[in-house]
Each structure stands twice: as structure tokens, then as C-alpha cells.
């Protein structure tokens, strides 16, 4: 079964130690998860740091599904990586960077998944599985801009 690879980009125009305590927050991962996931945070009051345990609940198609992430390097304010060790995917590498840029920060995001049951797992890729990542990353994209870098120019 082959890997595939999902990147994205936002500039926020907040300095990269505001953006990184964000992500640093695991809470703040509700936050930006679509509601349509069920996405539940287990381990409440979990510490960010490297070697740190999460445990979440998601839903995806009426299924729940366990989830349990471990940081596997923590470089604050630069970058984390989290590998899920228990869930949906065969593989699941997440790599968060943050740029500083223009006195704002690219946060950057590569995952690295693959998915279980060999040409079902291919097929539900190329039906499902594929635009519903990208769907969850734009969601994604659009809260951090809405959350972390509200509107400048907003009326009071």
C-alpha cells in the first residue's frame, strides 16, 4: 500500500511563539478539527512536550475511532512531529512547522498516511478518504486565520 502525502500552508501575521503556543495547547485541537468528526480530546489537561501521550476520539462516517498520538520531537517554537500509534491509518506522520516570514509565521504541515486494507483502502482513498483530508485542512486553515489571526481591520 503506498503512502500519500498531504502539505499545507497559512501565513498568520502573529510572531511564531504566539502561533506555537497555540499548537502547543491540545485543546486548541477541537478547535480547528471540523465539527463533523466528533472530535474528542481524551486526555485533558495533556502536556505538549516530546514523548507525550494524546488519546482522541473522532467519527468518521457514524464509525468512533480511537486515536492515540505521540510526540515524537517537540522544538518549540519551531516545529513538533506527532505519529499516531493507535487509530484509523496503517501510518500517520504529522510535521508542523513554523517559519517566521515577513513578521508574521508560515505554519506548515506535512502528513504522511496510509491507509489499512490494501486496493480497498486505495479505492477509499481515491472516493473518500482523500477530499475528506482536504476538506478538514481547509476547515482548518480558515479557523487558525479566524482564531489565532483575527481580521486587523474588524469594526469593534
Given at each position: 500500500?503506498?503512502?500519500y502525502?498531504l502539505?499545507?500552508?497559512?501565513?498568520?501575521?502573529?510572531?511564531?511563539?504566539?502561533?506555537?503556543?497555540?499548537?502547543?495547547?491540545?485543546?486548541?485541537?477541537?478547535?480547528?478539527t471540523?465539527?463533523?468528526?466528533?472530535?474528542?480530546?481524551?486526555?485533558?489537561?495533556?502536556a505538549?512536550?516530546?514523548?507525550?501521550?494524546?488519546?482522541?476520539?473522532?467519527?468518521?462516517?457514524g464509525?468512533?475511532?480511537?486515536?492515540?498520538?505521540?510526540?515524537?520531537?517537540?522544538?518549540?517554537p519551531?516545529?513538533?512531529?506527532?505519529?499516531?500509534?493507535?487509530?484509523?491509518y496503517?501510518?500517520w506522520?504529522?510535521?508542523?512547522?513554523?517559519?517566521?516570514?515577513?513578521?508574521?509565521?508560515?505554519?506548515?504541515?506535512?502528513?504522511?498516511?496510509?491507509?489499512?486494507?490494501g486496493?480497498?483502502?486505495?479505492?477509499?482513498?481515491?472516493?473518500?478518504?482523500?477530499?475528506?483530508?482536504?476538506?478538514?485542512?481547509?476547515?482548518?486553515?480558515?479557523?487558525?486565520?479566524?482564531?489565532?489571526?483575527?481580521?486587523?481591520?474588524?469594526?469593534?
Amino acid at each position: 500500500m503506498p503512502d500519500y502525502i498531504l502539505e499545507s500552508r497559512v501565513w498568520l501575521p502573529k510572531p511564531r511563539a504566539e502561533v506555537f503556543a497555540f499548537f502547543a495547547e491540545p485543546a486548541n485541537l477541537a478547535l480547528i478539527t471540523p465539527p463533523w468528526l466528533g472530535f474528542r480530546l481524551l486526555t485533558p489537561g495533556a502536556a505538549m512536550a516530546r514523548w507525550a501521550i494524546l488519546e482522541y476520539r473522532i467519527c468518521w462516517l457514524g464509525l468512533p475511532f480511537a486515536w492515540r498520538s505521540f510526540i515524537r520531537e517537540y522544538d518549540p517554537p519551531a516545529c513538533f512531529v506527532d505519529v499516531q500509534v493507535r487509530g484509523p491509518y496503517d501510518r500517520w506522520e504529522h510535521r508542523h512547522l513554523f517559519l517566521e516570514e515577513r513578521g508574521g509565521t508560515w505554519v506548515e504541515d506535512r502528513v504522511t498516511y496510509r491507509l489499512p486494507l490494501g486496493s480497498l483502502g486505495r479505492a477509499a482513498h481515491g472516493l473518500v478518504v482523500g477530499r475528506q483530508l482536504a476538506a478538514i485542512w481547509a476547515y482548518r486553515r480558515r479557523k487558525l486565520t479566524e482564531l489565532v489571526a483575527p481580521a486587523l481591520d474588524a469594526p469593534p
